[in-house]
């Protein structure tokens, strides 16, 4: 079953702005993780957060989450065009913990 | 070096056909997994092996089959595909899989069945 939603679908944006997604679950969860594709490849781990983080930095990326809410969000700060991309938000929230649940996604564009 | 590796990359194939896809992981890790992603880029998990062993099966088709005959291997078999199957179809690793950790993916294998 789905668990993650991210909001908004699509987003786009000029060079050097900010990016912001949101991600919304529905159960508990251990941790939350975001990845990235690129069009017509893998995805890519960007960023884990546990359960117990409010906060955590990866270089241009942000992330936080709130487990009273069951959000999540990422943000990019000074976009490139490299950065476009969909972004994947994703909880380990099934019965075994052993796999991801994987949201929609969000379509980010970022134009020069 | 590759750390997951999937081949083919491409496939395409008619209706009723049997295919399978090959995945590889080089990383030591110690569970491996299948996911689909559809037209609209919706990724779901399929099957989750843990040292050679099945930990999930999601509701997936009898007609998938996957086989793991070793740690480092996880392969997909598919029995009378049908149009519905076309999707690209991922395969992923993580280290313990006791919970889901960091996974890496592998670069996808399209499928289109005609």
């Known amino acids: 079953s789905q668990q993650g939603e991210e909001d908004p679908q699509a987003l786009s944006i000029q060079e050097g702005e900010n990016a912001t997604m949101n991600c919304s679950y529905k159960t508990s969860i251990n941790n939350l993780q975001w990845y990235r594709q690129n069009s017509g490849r893998g995805l890519v781990h960007l960023i884990l957060?546990?359960?117990?983080?409010r906060e955590k930095h990866s270089g241009r990326l942000r992330v936080t989450l709130d487990t009273s809410k069951k959000s999540s969000s990422l943000l990019i700060t000074a976009s490139r065009a490299a950065d476009t991309a969909s972004y994947f938000c994703?909880?380990?929230?099934?019965?075994?913990?052993?796999?991801?649940?994987f949201g929609k996604g969000t379509t980010l564009s970022v134009s020069s | 070096d590759t750390a997951v590796s999937q081949t083919p990359k491409y496939l395409v194939t008619q209706m009723g056909n049997d295919k399978s896809i090959k995945c590889e992981q080089n990383?030591?890790?110690?569970?491996m997994y299948w996911y689909k992603q559809d037209s609209k880029k919706f990724l779901k998990i399929m099957f989750s092996y843990n040292n050679k062993e099945l930990i999930i099966n999601e509701t997936v088709p009898n007609r998938f089959s996957p086989k793991s005959p070793d740690k480092a291997h996880l392969n997909l078999h598919i029995n009378s595909l049908e149009l519905g199957d076309s999707a690209v179809y991922f395969c992923?690793?993580?280290?313990?899989?006791?919970?889901?950790?960091?996974?890496?993916f592998g670069p996808g294998t399209r499928l289109t069945v005609l």
């Open positions: 994703a909880t380990d929230a099934n019965q075994a913990g052993t796999a991801l649940i």
């Open positions: 957060i546990r359960s117990n983080e």
């Open positions: 990383l030591g890790h110690d569970t």
């Open positions: 992923a690793s993580t280290l313990s899989g006791l919970r889901a950790d960091t996974q890496y």
